[in-house]
């Protein structure tokens, strides 16, 4: 069915129902010929109004934060596998309450936290660093020299009392094959301890949802791994994967500049605080209606509406001429968007709202100046 998305109102999210569905069938079909857990990283989608839609395919979901953890409680209605980089006397007690894995970033944070969570009955996991690194920009690559993610195995001389698991993660948008190369990394250094082990997490990054993504070679190097380590259960935590091309940021062009040979469409969003990994990746992302420029052919840039010099993202050319008024549609926007916006300059907050299976759309939040104002005090 098109969607009219001058029908939609801007700026707004805009997830697919339909979408969505499709994910979760690919990705339970997966857990279920691989026998593992495949659950939700919350931090890349917590849109907590389409719990109900993920409940039907997913039976658990990650926290990284005391927050996540009680959504994931309040919403999915189960407790959390939680990791954070680090935890904090005022917030542990509470995690406590909303976790059933927690997994500890070194092993000063382990013999902090770890006593009061075993006591409690939690199962205690370590993140373990197998240097072996798959993913080319640093930002995202938590195996780079000096990360500080994860205990490498020159620091563990033995397993710690207690730990029931380890978790890795060092994929980032990637495929089987990256992961077959980590797993290599992991059983190499780390190896010896698998079989006193319960569980294993195999963190995120698994984007099987992508076009073209090899699911069955994932499937047979989970198999595969779980016939050498019959003992573990086998836990994977995507985010991306979930809501991969499940919507769009719905925008509109509010005005049009020609400046020294540029042409900018001015919208009423921002890349800065609506779409932030256009500019810390960086990547361009697609546009409903645009292509890649070729030779000869008018270019545009996108400007944002805050005040950041950076905040645009270039070139696209346009199946048609631009206008003032006109929708302008930015493709993936549900993964890493509404997660980490900001209202910096007090620019108006995207609505977010929901295509179901009949086509009609339900707005589930708007914003407002209390809002904004809300966060300062
Ligand atoms: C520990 C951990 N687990 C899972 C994820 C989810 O990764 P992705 O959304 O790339 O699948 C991340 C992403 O940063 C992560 O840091």
Redesign the pocket.
Known sequence: MEIDFSKISSPCYLLDEGRLRANLGLIAGVAERAGVQVIL?L??CAMWPVFSVFREGVHGA?A?SLSEARLVGEELGTLSHT?APVYTDGDFEELLNHSSHL?FNSLGQYSRFAPRALIRGVSCGL?INPECSTVATDL?N?CAAGSR?GVTAAELERLPEGLEGF?F?T????GPEELRMTLEAVEERFGRYLPHLKWI?M?????MTREGYDAGALVSLLVEFRRRYPNLEVIL??????TWRTGWLVATIEDKIERGGVGTLMVDVSFACHMPDCLEMPYKPSIVGAHEPREGERRWRVGGNCCLAGDWVGDWAFDHEPKVGERLVFEDMI??TMVKTTMFNGVVHPSIAVRRMDGSVDVVRRFGYEDYKSRMG
């Open positions: 990283a931090k890349a990650t990284s990791y997994t993140r995202y938590p993610l978790h993660h994929l980032c948008e990637s997490n963190g995120g990054g698994h984007l935590e995507p985010g991306s994967a979930f993964h890493y």
